[in-house]
């Protein structure tokens, strides 16, 4: 989610519900931060019944054929790597899309111009060099840090190349759609030269508050995961938040959703076809 500070407070499956031995299972996962950016996503779930787990909001149902669970996150990183620990568990999903609204890194980004996660990053992880007392605070002594998931040391987590192909197929009306690195930290950066520092440092092209960590328990538990983000501003060309973003990143990922569905069959033996 792209918020002020102030407000705070896939694999592709059958095109229905399965049961295994770990319970029923999910094509997707579909996540937002707030009610905001997920509006045309409820309004197109069939079916739609609510369930909520703890501090958690999940809506389960269809896009289609495709069995869909959407998810309210609520903001930052301790809600969305919760959020998507509960749902894994719950919902077994095949696939998770974290998607809404960001803010712009990269100058060259407009306003309602989508990322999609080619890579998400943690930029509020880094540790300094020493500094002696009165020597200030400086910036070029930070150095990124990594995250660590089942002995295997995470510079950022990958996109899943198969949701990467169906997204990149998927029309935005209002923008462009490119590839490129997600960023994520419970940080509202408005300083230019902290954003084009956190761009050299990171590589990023937007920030939210949810993604990489997100991404980081799909990745953990073997899930495949795609960060779809639209700026709803940048401090470099469109510096005031456009709410009505969260609703063309949803419209985008119901689009998305729909052309997953339809390129997905069954045979007659009940196995998955890729159109």
Known sequence: M????????????AGCMQLSGQGVEYDLMIQGAVDWELQPLLAALEH??????????????????????????GVGPINATASTLVGIENFHPKAVINQGTAGGHDPNLQLYDIVLGEKTVDFGAYQSEHGDAGSGTKPDR??????????????????????????????NERGRVVKGTVGSAF?????????????????????????????GIATAMH?????????????????????????YCAEFSVKLARRMEERTRIDEKGVIKRN
């Open 2 to 13: 792209r918020v002020p500070v102030f407000l705070l407070a896939a694999v592709i499956g």
């Open 187 to 215: 940080q509202y950066n408005r300083e230019l030269d902290r954003i084009a520092w956190l761009r050299r440092t990171y590589g990023t092209d937007s920030e939210d508050m949810e993604s990489a960590f997100a991404a």
């Open 142 to 171: 930070w150095h990124p840090a990594f995250h660590k998931l089942n002995g295997v040391v995470y510079r950022a987590f990958v996109g899943d190349p198969e949701l990467m192909a169906e997204a990149l197929q998927v029309r």
């Open 223 to 247: 899930v495949p995961f795609l960060a779809i983000r639209i700026l709803s501003d940048s401090e470099w060309n469109h510096p005031q938040l456009e709410r009505k973003a969260g609703d």
């Open 48 to 73: 739609k019944k609510e369930r909520q787990i703890e501090a958690w909001t999940y809506w389960t149902g269809n896009i289609g054929r495709l069995s869909v669970v959407l998810a309210r996150t």
